[in-house]
């Protein structure tokens, strides 16, 4: 019941349950203190990601012709500054990327995907 609500045993005295302690806590701050963004980042930007894992916790990473769909929690200032990146309603769904990257593997395997 307590850890339903939110509750992490730890002792002091032994560091038992510490380690959970400390991922709860980063769940709650990525929670309260980040913002959720989706981004597709060319190859080319590369360094876009760098920034992502620097400034925040990566979710996700899927990796396709044109770059790398990112799914990450930054901070406000930073969520900002990827804006343009930000998938649309009109970007490739996780789905569709995923049948790029199977189409991909295939032609460099030297089939069609289409056999």
Same mark, same amino acid.
């Given at each position: #019941?307590?850890?339903? /609500? $939110?509750? %992490?045993?730890?002792? !002091?005295?032994?560091?038992? *349950?510490?380690?959970?302690?400390? @991922?709860?806590?980063?769940?709650?701050?990525?929670?309260?203190?980040?913002?959720?963004?989706?981004?597709?980042?060319?190859?080319?930007?590369?360094?876009?990601?760098? #920034?992502?894992?620097? /400034? $925040?916790? %990566?979710?996700?990473? !899927?990796?396709?012709?044109? *770059?790398?769909?990112?799914?990450? @929690?930054?901070?406000?200032?930073?969520?900002?500054?990827?804006?343009?990146?930000?998938?649309?309603?009109?970007?490739?769904?996780?789905?569709?990327?995923?049948?790029?990257?199977?189409?991909? /593997?295939?032609?460099?395997?030297?089939?069609?995907?289409?056999?």
């Amino acid at each position: #019941e307590a850890s339903a /609500a $939110g509750a %992490v045993a730890v002792s !002091a005295a032994t560091g038992f *349950g510490i380690d959970s302690l400390v @991922h709860a806590l980063q769940d709650k701050l990525v929670q309260v203190a980040l913002v959720r963004v989706e981004i597709d980042v060319p190859y080319d930007s590369g360094g876009v990601i760098g #920034e992502v894992r620097k /400034a $925040g916790v %990566v979710e996700s990473e !899927a990796y396709w012709q044109g *770059g790398a769909r990112v799914v990450a @929690h930054v901070p406000p200032p930073t969520a900002r500054r990827l804006a343009h990146l930000a998938v649309t309603d009109s970007s490739p769904s996780l789905e569709d990327l995923e049948d790029l990257r199977v189409e991909e /593997a295939a032609e460099e395997e030297g089939e069609t995907w289409w056999s």
